[in-house]
């Protein structure tokens, strides 16, 4: 039988706190709890429940002028890489698109979202970027509402999405937005930048 390669307590340099297991790495600069200050209420148990808490927040190797971005997902993190090595200039969650009446109706809606705001915004070509592991049904109002509303800032739209993600895959398609790939940029670009 074959032995299971042992995993490492990842600890926080700062605070020395267990926040997850790993078979690469033992530490990690700083926790999400230390990095923002602010020490989270809860057990040992639910503290150092999954290691998935320490992708998110600021990517710290990043170039400093992106270090103060706050990201959701180790995805956008790894995206975010990948713009880097692209060497293109870029914001995360900047731009916002309000939504206040239908243009159908003219009347205003009754109910969320009533504000979108794309993942990345590419600041050279105007790109917007949706990086998405997961649609739920307010993003898909989003989508509809966006293109609805502003259908030249849609056209600059442009997606990321998981492979296996059908859902996703097939309402991105109808709408009309171009996709790309995860597992694609994570083949071309784990050897190139540090994916997580």
């Not at 706190?17 to 033992?26: A, F, R, T």
Request: hydrophobic share 30%.
């Amino acid at each position: 039988m074959p032995k299971k390669k042992r995993l490492n307590r990842v600890r926080c340099s700062s605070c020395n706190k267990i926040v997850g297991h790993d078979s690469s790495l033992k530490t990690i600069e700083k926790c999400p709890e230390c990095h923002s200050g602010k020490k989270k209420k809860g057990t040992k148990k639910t503290a150092a429940g999954g290691f998935a808490a320490t992708k998110k927040g600021p990517c710290l190797d990043l170039p400093k002028q992106y270090r103060n971005y706050s990201f959701r997902s180790g995805w956008e993190m790894n995206f975010a890489r990948v713009l880097v090595a692209q060497k293109r200039e870029w914001t995360y969650e900047r731009v916002s698109f309000t939504f206040t009446t239908s243009p159908t109706t003219g009347k205003p809606y009754r109910w969320k979202p009533w504000v979108y705001i794309p993942d990345f915004h590419d600041l050279k070509s105007g790109i917007l970027w949706e990086v998405k592991g997961y649609l739920r049904s307010e993003d898909r109002s989003k989508m509809k509402r966006f293109k609805a509303n502003y259908p030249e800032e849609f056209k600059m739209l442009k997606a990321v999405v998981g492979r296996g993600n059908k859902k996703a895959k097939a309402f991105y398609s109808q709408m009309g937005i171009p996709m790309v790939f995860y597992e694609d940029l994570r083949d071309e670009y784990k050897d190139k930048v540090n994916w997580v």
